[in-house]
Nanobody
Framework: QVQVVESGGGLVQTGGSLRLSCTAS????????MGWFRQAPGKEREGVSC????????YYADSVKGRFTISRDNAKNTLYLQMNNLRPEDTAMYYC???????????????????WGQGTQVTVSP
């Protein structure tokens, strides 16, 4: 059973940093492409950053380029999102998601990823 569990969210001031982690189990992690998504109240879920299974192909939303860095450690079955210079508009529930190799069309879009975690809340105060 594919499972992903997010952690690392919290409350931080504007300009601060957080590191999100996503621990995977129940599947061969290096066979899956991974992504971070977020959803703010009243808004649609959006792709933040996605990373191919070997860490070769990256995607970042324009709003986070230069501030967020996605990475993965296949030996630890873990995906990371380093978030620096956080802004109030980054406040959202952040989700980790997975898609098996061969099924990803290289778009960092929620509809491309069938397996999801429960999310971790990130709140950035002004």
């Amino acid at each position: 059973q594919v499972q992903v569990v997010e952690s690392g969210g919290g409350l931080v001031q504007t300009g601060g940093s957080l590191r999100l982690s996503c621990t995977a189990s129940g599947f061969p992690f290096d066979e899956f492409h991974m992504g971070w998504f977020r959803q703010a109240p009243g808004k649609e879920r959006e792709g933040v950053s996605c990373l191919s299974r070997k860490g070769v192909t990256e995607y970042y939303a324009d709003s986070v380029k230069g501030r967020f860095t996605i990475s993965r450690d296949n030996a630890k079955n873990t995906l990371y999102l380093q978030m620096n210079n956080l802004r109030p508009e980054d406040t959202a529930m952040y989700y980790c998601a997975a898609v098996v190799r061969g099924s990803w069309k290289r778009a960092c879009a929620p509809g491309e990823f069938p397996y999801w975690g429960q999310g971790t809340q990130v709140t950035v105060s002004p």
